[in-house]
Structures are given as C-alpha cells and as structure tokens.
C-alpha cells in the first residue's frame, strides 16, 4: 500500500517535470526569446536615436513585432512534424498583437480593428466546436 502511494507520487513528479521539460528540446522557443530581445534592443536604439521615426509608440511597434515573430515561429514549426501541434491559439494570439501595434501607429482605419476582433471571435468559437469533437 505504501509502496503504490510513492509510485504515484513519483509518477507525478516525473509527469510534471516531463511537462516542464517538453519544450527543452524545442529550439523554436529559444530562438522566439532571441528574436525578441533584439527587437527590444532595436526599439530602444530607435527610440533613442531615431525619435521622430518611432516617438511615444514604441509599444505599438512592439506588439507589432512580437505578433510577426510569434506568427512566423509558429508557422515555421507547423511544418517540422517533431514539433507540430495546433496552430489555432497561437495564431489568434499573434494577429491581436499585430492588430494592436497596427492600431497603435495608426495604420488601421477606425473599421478594420472592430472587424478584426469580430472575425477573431468567430475563428475562436469555431476552433472550439471543432476541438469538442
């Protein structure tokens, strides 16, 4: 009896430090890390000597960028079969980002954004009906 609760425990152990480990091997989420770090170092080194170019929206060219280099990781690792998993969350994801730093540096007309946010609902009860199945 004693023997069967600490093999379940050590299974739950193992279980979680699987799940904590399953992205270890993955370069996709180191090489996401580095690209957004050097977009912030590009966006400061913009902010600080091209002031006129990026001015008080840094954050919109932030949310701009993380949306591109989440959307093209997870594009990229849609077609290495190792690491495919669904796309439909992290896409959704990038596009509100892009949306938002768009928005931001005023390059959405006032129509698009709304529009973009009733299609994004849409694509997610969709996902959610298929995915029940």
Known sequence: MIDEKESEKESE??????????????PFYGV?????????????????NYPDM??????????????????????????????RRSLGG???LALIFMFIGLHGLDRLATFWFPLFLVVVGICVII???????
């Open 90 to 92: 992290p896409v959704i």
């Open 13 to 26: 152990k193992e279980e979680k430090w699987t799940e904590h480990e399953k992205h270890r091997g993955n």
């Open 54 to 83: 990026v001015g008080e929206n840094w954050w919109a060219w932030a949310f701009l960028g993380v949306g591109a280099i989440i959307l093209c990781l997870n594009v990229a690792r849609w077609f290495v079969p190792e690491y």
């Open 127 to 133: 996902y959610a009906i298929a995915h029940r199945r």
């Open 32 to 48: 996401g890390w580095g690209l957004i770090l050097i977009l912030a170092g590009l966006i400061i080194w913009g902010h600080i």
